[in-house]
T-cell receptor, first 108, second 110 residues
Framework: KQEVTQIPAALSVPEGENLVLNCSFT??????LQWFRQDPGKGLTSLLL?????REQTSGRLNASLDKSSGRSTLYIAASQPGDSATYLC???????FGTGTLLAVQP | SQTIHQWPATLVQPVGSPLSLECTVE??????LYWYRQAAGRGLQLLFY??????ISSEVPQNLSASRPQDRQFILSSKKLLLSDSGFYLC?????????FGSGTQLSVL
């Protein structure tokens, strides 16, 4: 049974810091891994999708990596801004299993 | 471009009352459709998914049901709401394997 875990559950950083969010999964037989952002009381916004054949994807200040063999994905946020404050979720999309998320607060 | 509409945004219902949440997708055909629930402080739980009209798969036994009367319409229902049905309900679609979410419905059962 696939399980997805995100560490840390919550993170607070000062503005401008680079940070890494972690996502681990127990079954390496995945199709894709997708990172989402969720603002309070809102739906999920897709940030990055990494296909199983890829090792990383980049969009602006965001970089997501995927290591299937170790069952890990990381989301790197460069030069964090207060507007980055949100909950970040990863999901193994073929199994539709989500992690519980990391609540990020970027302090101005 | 594809868009997903979900309504209402918020809903307060008494215990024992019925429920109907609707989700429609535009700009695509034959999408896979999903209903998720997010309880306070917890992750997203997949409730139902549908790969076509009239085809519904349930992931967990519960007080809820789902229907897909049209290709791009997905409805979540209950005949009698329970307190434990409170949560944030999200509709999503995928084609293929990438998920897109609606804006969600905050349901409070009192």
């Amino acid at each position: 049974k696939q399980e997805v875990t995100q560490i840390p559950a919550a993170l607070s950083v000062p503005e401008g810091e680079n940070l890494v969010l972690n996502c681990s999964f127990t079954d390496s037989a995945i199709y894709n891994l997708q990172w989402f952002r969720q603002d309070p009381g809102k739906g999920l916004t897709s940030l990055l999708l990494i296909q199983s054949s890829q090792r990383e994807q980049t969009s602006g200040r965001l970089n997501a990596s995927l290591d299937k063999s170790s069952g890990r994905s990381t989301l790197y946020i460069a030069a964090s801004q207060p507007g980055d404050s949100a909950t970040y979720l990863c999901a193994v999309t073929n199994k539709l299993i989500f992690g519980t998320g990391t609540l990020l607060a970027v302090q101005p | 471009s594809q868009t997903i509409h979900q309504w209402p945004a918020t809903l307060v219902q008494p215990v024992g009352s019925p429920l109907s949440l609707e989700c429609t997708v535009e700009g695509t055909s034959n999408p896979n459709l999903y209903w998720y629930r997010q309880a306070a402080g917890r992750g997203l739980q997949l409730l139902f998914y549908s790969v076509g009209i009239g085809q519904i798969s349930s992931e967990v036994p519960q007080n809820l049901s789902a229907s897909r009367p049209q290709d791009r319409q997905f409805i979540l229902s209950s005949k009698k709401l329970l307190l434990s049905d409170s949560g944030f309900y999200l509709c999503a679609w995928s084609v293929p394997e990438k998920l897109f979410f609606g804006s969600g419905t905050q349901l409070s059962v009192l």
